[in-house]
């Protein structure tokens, strides 16, 4: 079936992720808190928990720094929204990962924003983290373009076989950045999710009420996007049974980067941008010399 | 229920004295106690925290530290003395640079938790009953969102409620000792 000259499965792809995305991302989140109390023997909060918080942040006491920065933190939202929607809806990936760091700087500016010392710090970290996994994201987009001919996240998903057969490296250096792009230790470097005093608290330490429940829907956009490109590698055919190979591969990456997350201490941010960097130049250049001889 | 009673997030400021309730708050937060179970997340920024918790002595010099973190808490907030000295000075009542009201010498206290040091059990009592409080602040601010509740202008009278009462802590709330 088409619509507009597009196959009704875009229109259905962007729906959901608009409004099931948020959804799954904040059950992910809630679950993530779950999992990591119960690897420090707690028994932690229920899963609905970052739902409680969202809200709670959504009714307290307005007091934004300056309107900037509300706006940049709108222009974060709608920019990590629209760069799902364009993944989820089959579009090219090459423009769901340009979006995604457009939204990302949007956050940078954000943090920057306030004027505050502690923001400003978490911002420019914020920037070392963007430049930390930006190369690695550019090689999965330029290998899928060598294995597959087309940057067309519809035609990968419905190849004959799933991507990860010609990408394994570059597999496997996507899920060194990942932990980078969802902020986890050891690379939680702009903004730690669970030790809570991270100079105060990197790049949100200014957002307050409404603007920190909006950052946190983002997140939760966020998660569920990356997850999109892990489960991406693992689809094929388009049928029913690759899709849930394909879900299953990416809740077990977000289980392994649970254990990573409460497995490691931080890193210095010189380790993961030098790491991040190498581990782009010989798992991607590998990958893509053995996908040119191939 | 509004939302603010199942997430209260935590700030945590020592002042000074001995550091004995400081180290049972984040017993609080250990696996034995684990207080993220009701939700509660101990944040290191005034502008995330919901719940205020004092411990230690007040004296000259942290006072308008004190008085600043409070300042820059969002409303609904509500603050929690923990333990002798935030409540009233405890044994150090009588140095020459502790306020013997404690922590209501400088922003209104919400509740008191008694104890030398303070038990992490009382802690999470009084966040708990704190919540109710919170809870209340949030339904006025929702009926009157002008009103914002700010209680800065009585400071040291605007004890809401209290876990115990206050006389019943040693060395707190006889402020006529000297
Ligand atoms: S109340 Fe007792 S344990 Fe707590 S800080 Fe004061 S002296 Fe130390």
Request: net charge negative; charged share 15%.
């Amino acid at each position: 079936m088409e619509l507009f000259g597009y196959s009704i499965w875009s229109f259905v792809g962007m729906a959901a992720f608009l409004v099931v995305g948020p959804i799954v991302g904040c059950l992910l989140a809630g679950l993530d808190r779950k999992l990591s109390a119960g690897m420090q023997g707690r028994v932690g909060p229920r899963i609905r928990q970052p739902w409680w918080d969202f809200r709670k942040l959504w009714g307290k006491e307005d007091a934004t720094v300056n309107g900037a920065q509300d706006l940049y933190v709108w222009l974060y939202l709608i920019f990590i929204v629209l760069a799902g929607m364009a993944f989820f809806a089959g579009a090219n990936f090459l423009l769901c990962v340009f979006i995604q760091t457009l939204g990302a700087l949007f956050l940078i500016l954000a943090g920057y924003a306030s004027r505050s010392p502690y923001a400003e710090l978490g911002a420019q970290r914020e920037i070392v983290q963007v430049m930390s996994y930006e190369p690695m994201v550019l090689l999965v987009a330029i290998g899928m373009f060598m294995a597959t001919g087309t940057f067309e996240v519809n035609s990968v998903l419905t190849a004959d076989v799933p991507m990860i057969r010609w990408l394994p490296l570059i597999f496997a250096g996507l899920l060194y950045v990942l932990t980078i792009k969802l902020r986890k230790s050891p690379f939680d470097i702009s903004m730690a999710q669970h030790a809570h005093q991270e100079i105060v608290r990197g790049i949100v330490t200014e957002f307050s009420g409404k603007t920190l429940a909006l950052v946190e829907l983002s997140h939760w956009y966020e998660t569920v996007m990356f997850l999109g490109w892990i489960g991406m590698f693992a689809m094929w055919g388009g049928g029913w049974v690759a899709a849930v190979v394909a879900v299953v591969v990416a809740l077990a990456v977000w289980f392994l980067e649970i254990v990573i997350d409460n497995n490691f201490a931080r890193v210095k941010w010189q380790a993961m941008l030098k790491s991040a960097w190498w581990v782009a130049l010989i798992l991607g250049g590998i990958n893509i010399v053995y996908l040119i001889f191939v | 229920m509004s939302y603010v009673s199942k997430s209260p997030w935590v700030i945590h400021y020592d002042g000074s004295s001995c550091n004995g309730c400081d180290i049972e708050v984040l017993a609080a937060l250990t696996p034995l106690y684990d207080a993220e179970r009701f939700g509660v997340v101990n944040t290191g920024n005034p502008k995330h925290a919901d719940i205020f918790i004092v411990t230690g002595g007040v004296n000259a010099q942290n006072a308008p530290i004190i008085k600043q973190i409070y300042d820059q808490m969002l409303e609904p907030k509500i603050v929690v003395a923990c333990g002798a000295c935030a409540c009233g000075g405890g044994v150090y009542q009588s140095c020459y640079n502790v306020m013997h009201e404690g922590t209501r010498a400088v922003i209104p206290v919400d509740a008191y938790v008694p104890g030398c040091a303070v038990k992490p059990e009382s802690i999470i009592d009084a966040v708990v009953a704190g919540i109710d409080l919170l809870e209340e602040k949030a339904k006025k601010m929702k009926k009157n969102p002008a009103d914002k509740d700010r209680t800065d202008a009585d400071a040291g009278h605007g004890v809401h409620a209290s876990v115990a009462n206050v006389d019943d802590v040693p060395g707190a709330g006889s402020a006529d000792v000297r």
